[in-house]
Antibody, heavy 119, light 113 residues
Framework: QVQLQESGPGLVKPSGTLSLTCDVS?????????WIWVRQTPQKGLEWIGQ???????DYNPSLGGRVIIAIDKPQNQFSLTLTSVTAADTAVYYC????????????WGQGTLVTVSS | DIVMTQSPDSLALSLGERATINCKSS????????????LTWYQQKLGQPPKVLIY???NRESGVPDRFRGSGSGTDFTLTINSLQAEDVAVYYC?????????FGQGTRVEIK
C-alpha cells in the first residue's frame, strides 16, 4: 500500500516562496500514475493545484497564474511543489496524492500539511 | 473550468435514515471514449484527507460499505447513503475527472440529528 507524506515549512512570508515535498513509500514514483497536489481552505474548499508524471510531464491549474512548479525526484522517490509570490490567500492545508492507474480518482493521500502565509 | 455544484450544503438526519446528496456539473461528464461518467465521490472526516467512495459515478471502491450508492449520468449525479450510521458523519465531495483542472463541489456536511 503506497503511503505519501508531505513536509516543508509551516510558515511562509508574504511575497515569498512556498516549497513542499511529498515522500512516496511502498511504491515507485515511476509507476503508471500521475502525482498530484491539492490544497484545501475553508473559503474555497478543495482546489487541484496540478500534477506530474514520472516522464516529467506536468499540468497546472491556470487559476494559480503561472506561480506553480511541480517537480519529480526519482532517486529520492519524491515529488515537490513550489508556489511563488504567495499571499494570505495561499494559506491552506496542502495535500499530495496519487491518481489511480485508471485515472479515475485520487486513491492515496498524504495526511496534509498546514501552510500559513504571514509576516 | 467545469463548475461542480452540490446540494444541500448540509444535512442533519437521524440514525438509520437515508441521506441524498446531489451534484450538478456545468458540462457533461460522460466520456465518449469509454462511455463512462468521470465523476468521483469522496468522504472527508474531521482532520483526515478525503477518501474515495465511488468512482465512474456508480462504482463503489473496494471496502466501501454497500449502503453507499452513486447514480446519475451526464450532468446530474447523486450519492445516497442508506441507513445512516454514526461513522458516516463527514463532509462529502464530488469531483469531476472529465478535464483539467480537476474541480470539486463545495462539499455537503452530513450530521446526525
Amino acid at each position: 500500500q503506497v503511503q505519501l507524506q508531505e513536509s516543508g515549512p509551516g510558515l511562509v512570508k508574504p511575497s515569498g516562496t512556498l516549497s513542499l515535498t511529498c515522500d512516496v513509500s511502498g511504491g515507485s514514483i515511476s509507476s503508471n500514475n500521475w502525482w498530484i497536489w491539492v490544497r484545501q481552505t475553508p473559503q474555497k474548499g478543495l482546489e487541484w493545484i496540478g500534477q506530474i508524471y514520472h516522464s516529467g510531464s506536468t499540468d497546472y491549474n491556470p487559476s494559480l497564474g503561472g506561480r506553480v512548479i511541480i517537480a519529480i525526484d526519482k532517486p529520492q522517490n519524491q515529488f515537490s511543489l513550489t508556489l511563488t509570490s504567495v499571499t494570505a490567500a495561499d494559506t491552506a492545508v496542502y495535500y499530495c496524492a496519487r491518481d489511480s492507474t485508471s485515472g479515475s480518482y485520487f486513491d492515496s493521500w498524504g495526511q496534509g500539511t498546514l501552510v500559513t502565509v504571514s509576516s | 473550468d467545469i463548475v461542480m455544484t452540490q446540494s444541500p450544503d448540509s444535512l442533519a438526519l437521524s440514525l438509520g435514515e437515508r441521506a441524498t446528496i446531489n451534484c450538478k456539473s456545468s458540462h457533461s461528464l460522460l466520456s465518449s471514449s469509454n462511455s463512462r461518467n468521470n465523476l468521483t465521490w469522496y468522504q472527508q472526516k474531521l482532520g483526515q484527507p478525503p477518501k474515495v467512495l465511488i468512482y465512474w459515478a456508480s462504482n463503489r471502491e473496494s471496502g466501501v460499505p454497500d449502503r453507499f450508492r452513486g447514480s446519475g449520468s451526464g450532468t446530474d449525479f447523486t450519492l445516497t447513503i442508506n441507513s445512516l450510521q454514526a461513522e458516516d458523519v463527514a463532509v462529502y465531495y464530488c469531483q469531476q475527472y472529465y478535464s483539467t483542472p480537476r474541480t470539486f463541489g463545495q462539499g455537503t456536511r452530513v450530521e446526525i440529528k
